[in-house]
């Protein structure tokens, strides 16, 4: 059994659950990073030639052009000196297509003069820049119906609003289309560069946290064995029970810290019933260790952040049995066993997963179902948040003598009125002050 619990065994669950859960993660934040840098990058870009295409719009094209030019499509010696300015000042080796539009749609100049003339619809960027906004968008040319444009592939398209400066009304619109290939490798490069980095680092983090899994499996091998052997075993007994419970809090994040809680008061409600002070301790260390089955509970069952399918809720279920058969035979663990498999078993018999019932089930498990359900009210979850200190006792009190035994609910509620539920519950020190108030006689003896 302890071979179980610290050898190779556990070291397979743990690591390749693991494993699973790191690349998961690394592939999360390597998709979610890279395309926050794609994102940036893109607009970035779009920024930055924007800003280059409002200048020219402003600086340099409306001065050369005149309200005429808006009422008809540029021919002949007016087209030709517009055109030389254009090519001489304005394409280069990133712009690579300009066109002037008027207020309906026609195209009023292009570098490609069978452009001139024509009329387009007037839609989406070039909507928005005779309404008086720059727009940008990066476009893909593949479906241009005008042929000659296609090669381009994707392209920076920029439309900035025309205005002459004694007046405020849009006259027209200025086109123009940037190469897009510059920025889509630095964009690929930015992505390759995130990936090798991430995959580099999880790697050499999976080897460290191999490295330190199974060094801490080989130290925890030689410690029990050496514990069995020594006359210390008790104390030594009950941190190797924290540890564990530490364990499977932490593979289960939602309900992490909860053992110990739950531990803390199961001890303070079998002293109030009166139970002998070693048979307190023990079911406070069977509630530590009363979901220690999870162990072999798939995490993507355990960890499934919504609502189980019913052949989930049955392999779930087999948890409290998992724990038994890894407890009973242990000559240290053995007294455990029966709590931790009956902790889900209810007072009227539709529990868990033998349906015991009334006193059929274990005083421990009893005692345990009533704390166990105080300590699930009052936490947050992933699916509600917590309830207050005063609506978990009333919950409590509505299902006695139907989930919880009437008698442990009594005794729980005595506790409540001397103030021990909630100092217990919210001590900074939840397992040493439990411990201090049992051995200093927390209740009847």
């Known amino acids: ?29 390597g998709i979610g990073l890279s395309r926050y840098l794609a994102a940036s990058i893109k607009a970035d870009a779009l920024a930055h030639r924007t800003d280059m295409a409002e200048d020219d719009a402003y600086q340099h094209v409306i001065r050369r052009l005149s309200p005429e030019d808006f009422d008809r499509p540029m021919t002949g010696d007016r087209y030709a000196e517009m055109d030389r300015f254009v090519r001489e000042e304005l394409i280069g080796e990133r712009t690579v297509r300009i066109k002037i539009w008027n207020r309906d749609g026609t195209v009023m100049y292009s570098d490609e003069l069978p452009l001139v003339g024509r009329t387009f619809p007037i839609q989406d960027e070039l909507a928005e820049a005779l309404a008086g906004l720059t727009a940008a968008e990066v476009s893909d040319l593949s479906a241009e119906e005008n042929v000659a444009e296609r090669q381009y592939g994707r392209l920076l398209e920029i439309y900035v609003p025309l205005r002459f400066d004694d007046s405020p009304e849009v006259v027209g619109a200025y086109e123009t289309y940037s190469d897009y290939a510059p920025v889509a490798e630095s964009i690929a490069n930015s992505q ?91 079911i406070g260390q069977a509630a530590v260790l009363h979901d220690i089955g999870k162990i072999g509970i798939p995490d993507a069952i355990l960890l499934k952040p919504g609502p189980l399918t019913e052949e989930e809720w049955r392999e779930m279920r087999k948890h409290p049995g998992l724990g038994y058969e890894m407890l009973k035979d242990d000559p240290f663990l053995s007294n455990l066993a029966e709590i931790v498999y009956s902790h889900h078993e209810r007072y009227d018999g539709t529990g868990y997963p033998r349906g015991l019932k009334g006193e059929e089930i274990p005083l421990g498990a009893r005692i345990f179902a009533v704390v166990d359900a105080y300590d699930a009210i009052t936490s947050d979850r992933p699916y509600r948040r917590a309830k207050s200190h005063g609506e978990a006792m009333e919950e409590i009190v509505r299902w006695s003598g139907i989930q919880f035994d009437p008698r442990v609910v009594e005794a729980f509620r005595e506790l409540d009125k001397k103030g021990l539920v909630e100092a217990a519950r919210h001590g900074a020190e939840r397992m040493q002050v439990g411990r201090s108030l049992v051995a200093a006689g927390g209740g009847r003896h």
């Open 192 to 282: 390759r560069t995130v990936f090798l980095a991430l995959g580099a680092g999880m790697a050499t983090l999976y080897l460290a946290l191999l490295w330190v899994h199974r060094r801490g499996v080989r130290v925890i091998a030689w410690q029990a064995e050496e514990l069995r052997r020594s006359e210390d075993l008790k104390k030594t007994y009950e941190s190797i029970l924290s540890v564990l419970g530490s364990a499977l809090g932490l593979r289960d994040h939602a309900t992490e810290g909860h053992s110990d809680r739950v531990a803390v008061l199961a001890m303070l409600v079998a002293r109030e019933m009166g139970v002998a002070h070693g048979q307190a301790e023990c």
């Open 1 to 29: 059994m302890a071979h179980w619990l610290f050898g190779p065994r556990l070291a397979w669950h743990l690591t390749i659950p693991a494993l699973v859960v790191l690349a998961l993660i690394g592939l999360a934040i």
